[in-house]
């Protein structure tokens, strides 16, 4: 399957676990009010942390690992069963961590129901294996699954999560999305796999599993972690304020990651065949992608923020405003950093560096917290994590320059920007007309959706990639008419 099927598969998977919320969230923000919403994802980030543990580097090695060997059935075999072995011991190892902090602290022993509940999160995740149908690039199943588990939890929502009261079913049901999506997902995976113990070497694959998780750890430390921090250090209203303005930011970077998930198998055959050009070329593609794509969303969510959390969540929610504005600019800052790891770093094998990139992050997250989120909260975390993923794609820019020519061509970065520096004052306008802020925010978009396709349109040749999914999408609509 080609590169632009494989991105609308993934596009339209990793859409499901951000849209979806998206959906729902409204109905959930105005229901159990800004402090369960607090608790429960305090609660949901020290279960995703453990989660993390468990996985540790197989969402990046598992995907390499396969891509590499989908060719030969019995090669295949023994790295799935390699993986899925270590997956297991080490999920093992999180659950009884999860046990003994819900016995041993406090304030997750008040809310051991919530801990207990987490737990089937944490064991269903370890048969998920998501990473099996990425790295064979069977995008469609995972895809067309997604979405039928999806749409029955947002009508489960809907119907049983219907007072503040409701907390432990809103998370139960959030929890049993994912035990379900790993039943079909491993139940399917027989097709293409045999899990055997026979099958077991961990000695070619524990060294990547952990240098790889260690990295995914790390860098945690100031996604993940913040949230448990933050509950920690303050109080559940500043981590629904937290929540509240990073849901945002995960539905659009969601998007572009989609597109790093299909790149990732696809670059590390290029460079296994030792196409070097077609390599740099689609790491100029990316850089392209990213930047129509990041720059009108940071510009019109910067303005629009106000609009967009009164929108999203209801009153009650101001708290949130600041930190979406300054989270925002992560989805540029993170969509290259995911291009120069994901896309270069990880093919290339360059495992070290990565982990020593992540590990200078870590730190500096660590001491921001320490240093500033009890005092401003919300706004501190989203501090602590702009400035940790920025030092993160200053570092891997700096490992990447020698590696990859299209790193040093700083006019596409140049000229991208200056395209879109018009829109800014025509949105700033739109925002201050005395209208209804629900129809400011919609001629916003609009305005910035045209935008962006005319800079598109006049802005590429034709038989470049971003002109061609355009103008096939114009096609499509006109005969649809």
């Known amino acids: 399957m080609g590169i632009k099927k494989n991105f609308f598969y993934s596009v339209g998977l990793t859409g499901t676990n951000y849209i979806f919320p998206l959906i729902i969230y409204p109905y959930i923000s105005r229901v159990l009010g800004v402090d369960n919403i607090g608790l429960v994802n305090f609660i949901d980030s020290i279960i995703n942390y453990m989660v993390l543990f468990s996985m540790m580097g197989i969402s990046v090695i598992g995907i390499r690992e396969v891509a590499a060997s989908k060719t030969d059935r019995k090669k295949l075999n023994t790295v799935f069963s390699s993986l899925f072995t270590l997956n297991a011991i080490a999920t093992f190892i999180a659950v009884a961590i999860v046990i003994t902090l819900t016995l041993t602290v406090t304030q997750l022993r008040e809310n051991s129901h919530l801990m207990w509940i987490g737990v089937f999160k944490l064991i269903g995740n370890l048969f998920l294996i998501e990473w099996l149908y990425n790295g064979l690039e069977n995008f469609k199943f995972i895809t067309v699954r997604s979405i039928i588990v999806k749409s029955a939890y947002a009508i489960s929502i809907f119907l049983l999560v219907r007072a503040q009261s409701d907390i432990a079913i809103y998370y139960l049901l959030t929890c049993l999305m994912t035990v379900l999506n790993a039943t079909i997902n491993f139940s399917y995976s027989r097709h293409f796999v045999t899990l055997s113990i026979h099958n077991v070497n961990l000695r070619s694959t524990w060294k990547p599993f952990l240098t790889a998780g260690s990295y995914m750890i790390l860098t945690s430390l100031y996604t993940t972690l913040n949230t448990t921090f933050l509950g920690f250090a303050t109080?559940?209203?500043?981590?629904g304020y937290y929540y509240t303005a990073t849901r945002l930011y995960y539905i659009f970077s969601g998007i572009y990651t989609a597109f790093t998930n299909v790149m990732l198998p696809r670059m590390?055959?290029?460079?296994?065949?030792g196409k070097e050009e077609e390599f740099s070329e689609k790491i100029r593609l990316s850089y392209e992608i990213l930047l129509t794509f990041a720059l009108p969303i940071i510009i019109g969510t910067f303005i629009f923020a106000p609009e967009i959390i009164h929108i999203l969540s209801g009153t009650g929610y101001a708290g949130a405003i600041i930190p979406l504005r300054i989270t925002i600019?992560?989805?540029l800052i993170i969509g290259c950093e995911q291009i120069m790891v994901i896309q270069i770093l990880i093919p290339m094998k360059q495992d070290k560096t990565i982990?020593?990139?992540?590990?200078?992050?870590?730190?500096?997250?660590?001491?921001?917290?320490?240093?500033?989120?009890?005092?401003?909260?919300?706004?501190?975390?989203?501090?602590?994590?702009?400035?940790?993923?920025f030092a993160i794609m200053v570092l891997s820019f700096i490992a990447v320059r020698h590696i990859a020519p299209i790193i040093k061509d700083y006019r596409l970065f140049l000229f991208s920007t200056l395209k879109f520096i018009p829109l800014i004052p025509i949105l700033v306008l739109i925002s201050k007309l005395p209208i209804n802020y629900i129809l400011s925010l919609t001629i916003g978009i609009a305005i910035t959706i045209c935008y962006t396709i005319i800079i598109i349109w006049k802005g590429s040749p034709s038989g470049h990639p971003l002109n061609d999914i355009l103008r096939s999408a114009i096609s499509k609509l006109q005969k649809n008419q």
């Open 235 to 239: 109080n559940d209203t500043e981590v």
């Open 268 to 273: 590390s055959s290029l460079l296994s065949s």
């Open 329 to 331: 600019p992560l989805i």
């Open 355 to 389: 982990l020593i990139n992540s590990g200078i992050g870590a730190s500096i997250s660590v001491i921001l917290n320490f240093l500033i989120v009890k005092q401003l909260g919300a706004i501190g975390s989203s501090i602590t994590w702009a400035c940790s993923e």
